[in-house]
């Protein structure tokens, strides 16, 4: 693959796909490591399927992080250290709730079976349709749609509490 073409999908998917690939890995260090993966198989010579660049570079981050935790299988003893790092680094906070929110939120997300988690982290964060969630994680559509009304549910339910006490 050209050096531009590389550094063009590098400049416009990395952010997504590292956090797509933090959703597995619970902790920044693999998921670099699995985001570097990505981008030394694209360098190696895989070939990019340009009709939805997108949606290929996404299932090849997901491949890769089933393969790592299946290799791996202790996983996410560090979420709380990067939940930590993650409110620690962001500086001065306009809302005062934002942290506390930002720990509610990760609490919950931990909440759901990885398939909603990680399909949440697609629709919500990275932007992605159904369409693309489903080819992504080689699911039928309506798998991808449920999962999602369903980790959408159990949010709710969770954090209901929190924003009524906020509001």
């Known amino acids: 693959m050209a050096d531009h073409n590389l550094e063009r999908l590098y400049d416009a998917y990395a952010s997504g796909l590292f956090h797509y690939l ?3 890995t619970k902790n920044e260090a693999d998921a670099k490591d699995l985001l570097q993966e990505v981008f030394i198989r694209l360098a190696r010579g895989l070939k ?3 009709q939805n660049e997108q949606a290929f570079l996404f299932r090849l981050a997901h491949n890769l992080s089933i393969d790592w935790l299946r290799r791996r299988k202790v996983r996410w003893d560090s979420e709380e250290q990067l939940l930590r790092e993650n ?11 934002a942290p506390r929110l930002a720990g509610a939120l990760a609490e919950a997300l931990k909440t759901l079976p990885d ?3 990680t399909i949440a982290q ?11 969630i489903a080819e992504i994680q080689n699911i039928p559509l309506n798998t991808a749609a449920s999962r ?9 339910t969770l954090l ?3 924003y009524k006490e906020l509001k």
Do not use: I
Request: aromatic share 12%.
């Open 22 to 24: 933090v959703t597995f």
């Open 48 to 50: 990019v399927d340009l």
């Open 87 to 97: 409110e620690n680094g962001g500086g001065s906070v306009a809302d005062p709730d």
């Open 115 to 117: 398939a909603q988690r």
């Open 122 to 132: 697609l629709k919500l964060w990275d932007g992605l349709t159904f369409e693309q």
């Open 148 to 156: 999602y009304r369903y980790a959408l549910e159990k949010l709710r």
């Open 160 to 162: 209901l509490p929190l």
